[in-house]
Every structure is written in structure tokens, then in C-alpha cells.
């Protein structure tokens, strides 16, 4: 099904875990799906780990400042960003940043963002988040109140349901399916994806 850019509602999608758990792989399936049903959208990538060389278009590289500024100039867009704290270290928005999150709806641009921890997540992105694709996770911050204000409670609710899912039943080799868990922010539910098992 291919959506005409001005009838179609722009989503960011945030994806949590810690290292090798499966979260650019299963990132990937969304953004080949997504470049399936929007053959006229381009895709936009950092991409260190190569995971979504199937669905790239252009490539972000690590040494362009203004990389947001280009994105927002853009219509009808999919930006993944893979390891997001690798390409911006900062806690503070950018104006180029701004800029994109101010365009993204009028300009039809999609994110996908993967990161480690809910303290990697950028505060504007955490705002603006529908979803969240947890995987299992060490991580024991006490920034996701600041971080995800939207409903902070299910996506503490995923992690702790995800991580006695791994401790009971194991981690997921690579190629996967890797189990995680999807956080509705909007409809406040937790979805199972990838379960082998019932808890």
C-alpha cells in the first residue's frame, strides 16, 4: 500500500537494548517494509553496522555537521539512526535537530532511532515517541522519567517483563527472530514479538 505524503501520519520509533540483542535486525524488517509500501520515499541512514544496506538510499556520514539540516530539506523520508549516540554525543538538541523534529510532519519524515539505554535517548525524540521496541537490557537507569515523559511506567513495565523473559529462557543468536517487547506509548499497551515461550 503506498501512502500520498499528505495523508499519512510520520511516526518515531525508539529501539532499546544492549549490545548484540537484535535490535538493528529487527529495525531492518521495519525499514525494508516501510520502503515496500513507500517506493517513491527515500531512506536515510547512519548505518555503522551495514544492517540496512538492503533499504539505504543515502547514507549519513559520521563527519557531517549539518546532517539534520539536509534531512529536514527533504520530503517523504525514512531517517534511521543506528547507534545514535555515536553520531550525536549530545544531550541538547541541535537547531538542526529542532529543525527536523519542526519539518518532520509538514515533510513526511519517519524515524527509526537505536540506541543502548533510555539515557542515550535524545529528550525531544523521548516527546515525540509512539513506540518503543525494548530488548533485553542491564541497563538499570534512573533517567527514563526525564527521558520517556510519555508513560514512563509501561516502558518500565517492557524492560522488566523482556528481562525475565532472557534470564528464564536465554538470549537470541544471530540471525534471530530476537524477541522484544513494543511499548505503545499512544495506546498504552506492551506487545510480546519473537516469544518462544509464555511467561
Known amino acids: 500500500m503506498q501512502l500520498n505524503q499528505e495523508d499519512r501520519e510520520v511516526f518515531i520509533l ?6 548484540r ?6 529495525a531492518a524488517k521495519v525499514a525494508s517494509s516501510w520502503k515496500e509500501e513507500n517506493p517513491t520515499g527515500t531512506v536515510i541512514a ?9 533499504s539505504v538510499d543515502f547514507e549519513i556520514d559520521r563527519n557531517t555537521k549539518d546532517w539534520a539540516e539536509i534531512v529536514a530539506s527533504k520530503t517523504h523520508v525514512l531517517l ?5 549516540k555515536g553520531l550525536y554525543p549530545s544531550n541538547q538538541a541541535s537547531a538542526g535537530i529542532m529543525e527536523l523534529m519542526n519539518k518532520r510532519a509538514e ?8 540506541c543502548h539505554n533510555p539515557g542515550d535517548i535524545l529528550e525531544i525524540f523521548g516527546k515525540f515517541t509512539s513506540e518503543y521496541y525494548i530488548f533485553y537490557t542491564n541497563s538499570k537507569d534512573s533517567t527514563i522519567k526525564d527521558k520517556i515523559p510519555n508513560n514512563p511506567t509501561l516502558y518500565i513495565d517492557g524492560v522488566n517483563y523482556m528481562n525475565r523473559y532472557i534470564t528464564k529462557f536465554g538470549r537470541t543468536s544471530y540471525p534471530g527472530p530476537f524477541p522484544h517487547v513494543i511499548a505503545n506509548i499512544e495506546e498504552n499497551t506492551l506487545t510480546a514479538v519473537n516469544f518462544k515461550h509464555i511467561l
Open 14 to 19: 525508539g529501539w532499546c537494548g544492549a549490545n
Open 21 to 26: 540483542t537484535g535490535k538493528s535486525v529487527e
Open 46 to 54: 547512519y548505518d555503522p553496522q551495514k544492517r540496512f544496506t538492503a
Open 80 to 84: 534511521i539512526l543506528d547507534d545514535f
Open 107 to 114: 515533510n513526511g519524515i519517519d524515524i527509526i532511532y537505536i
